[in-house]
Nanobody, 121 residues
Framework: QVQLVESGGGLVQPGGSLRLSCAAS????????MGWYRQAPGKQRELVASITSLGMRNYADSVKGRFTISRDNAKNTVYLQMNSLKAEDTAVYLC???????????????WGQGTQVTVSS
């Protein structure tokens, strides 16, 4: 069994910063792509940023230049540094990881439980 646990959300003023972390634990042979999604009330879940196991990054246009995704493969952890936060960044942020549990296992998508980010004055 694999678990993803997010941390680092909270309330921040516009223009402020937050750093999210997501640690994967359990039976893990290899982790492929990792990413952060967000879902605001009444809106569809959207990809915020993703990073491959080799460090190639992809960002949503709305966060380019403000957010930075990174990962520590030794710790099975992915981070999201969020700067210059805006009210429209308010959402539940969810971590996603493509995990292979054994050498013979398929690639399985796992999700964290989500962490709330609220940007408000």
């Amino acid at each position: 069994q694999v678990q993803l646990v997010e941390s680092g959300g909270g309330l921040v003023q516009p223009g402020g910063s937050l750093r999210l972390s997501c640690a994967a634990s359990g039976i893990i042979f290899r982790i492929g792509d990792m990413g952060w999604y967000r879902q605001a009330p009444g809106k569809q879940r959207e990809l915020v940023a993703s990073i491959t196991s080799l460090g190639m990054r992809n960002y949503a246009d709305s966060v380019k230049g403000r957010f930075t995704i990174s990962r520590d493969n030794a710790k099975n952890t992915v981070y999201l540094q969020m700067n210059s936060l805006k009210a429209e960044d308010t959402a539940v942020y969810l971590c996603n990881a493509a995990v292979v549990s054994t050498w013979a296992s398929p690639n399985v998508q796992h999700w964290g439980q989500g962490t709330q980010v609220t940007v408000s004055s």
